[in-house]
């Protein structure tokens, strides 16, 4: 941490110089990237009836899907995120493209629902992918503009954690289940020539050894109280957030409702309008 810290002092200060790199277009592919990414992580939240009914001889353990998708998804943050610090955020960012398409397909093809759920795990492992879109944007900001450009970032990314549902009830409506991981796998494979054609290569921030940065994320909760207070407040407000998502298709699907995914996937627009304020958080 503090090596990483001491490296990106001289370039953090007022007068900065100016990323060649950055411009509104290039924080929209980082937002761009950072939605459609994260957004594999809630599609199979309305698909929950739908997994049902193609595999009823494990329709008690189709929780798990969801359940395992998250779990991967802290792992990921855990184990992934840090690398940006150590290594190029732009190859990083399409190595985990190149596996989120591999688990994609996986997904698509899943005969059998323990294959899906593997295959979650995997999915939610390397769908961390804004955890190195919005460190980059902030990388490439100069200091004045550094709270616009995360905002902006993290705009997308809760517009596809919101949206995500939506668009995964509506194509499992009229396509089925299997088509969302589909389109999936070629919405990867977009934003993998996206990244090849407009991002710009990052210089690494520290020089540690990976068993180091991870040991140092350790020493970041030890001393800091308010790390810790946000971290599990954010938690508690995530894990609400997952549950209430994963009860509410199987509880639109039964009585007295009998409504499909696009039903349970329209609950998505209603927080959509909350994540366009979140660029105006950089604003002064």
């Not at 509506?170 to 396509?175: H, L, P, R, S």
């Amino acid at each position: 941490m503090s090596a990483a810290a001491t490296d990106s002092d001289s370039d953090s200060g007022p007068h900065a110089p100016h990323h060649p790199h950055y411009s509104r277009a290039t924080l929209l592919v980082l937002a761009t990237i950072a939605g459609v990414s994260v957004a594999n992580i809630y599609t199979n939240q309305p698909l929950l009836a739908a997994f049902r009914a193609s595999f009823p001889e494990s329709a008690g353990l189709i929780g798990a899907v969801p359940a395992v998708t998250q779990l991967g998804y802290a792992i990921g943050m855990l184990l992934l995120a840090p690398l940006g610090d150590r290594f190029d955020r732009r190859l990083i960012i399409l190595l985990q493209l190149a596996a989120l398409g591999i688990a994609l397909v996986g997904a698509t093809a899943a005969p059998t629902l323990g294959v899906l759920i593997a295959a979650s795990l995997a999915l939610g492992i390397v769908a961390t992918i804004a955890q190195q879109a919005v460190p980059f944007a902030a990388e490439l900001a100069p200091p004045a503009q550094r709270g616009h450009a995360v905002g902006t970032v993290m705009s997308g990314l809760l517009i596809g954690i919101l949206l995500a549902r939506t668009v995964s009830g509506f194509v499992a409506e009229y396509f089925g289940w299997r088509a969302v991981y589909g389109a999936s796998v070629a919405a990867t494979i977009g934003l993998a020539v996206l990244v090849v054609m407009r991002l710009p290569r990052s210089k690494p921030t520290s020089t540690l050894p990976y068993g180091k940065l991870l040991a140092s994320m350790w020493h970041l909760v030890v001393e800091t109280p308010a790390l810790r207070e946000a971290s599990m407040t954010g938690g508690a407000l995530f894990a609400a957030f997952s549950i209430f998502w994963s009860v509410l298709t199987l509880l639109l699907a039964g009585e007295p409702f009998h409504l499909g995914p696009q039903a349970a996937g329209l609950f998505g627009i209603v927080g959509a309008a909350g994540a366009l304020a979140a660029p105006l958080a950089g604003k002064s």
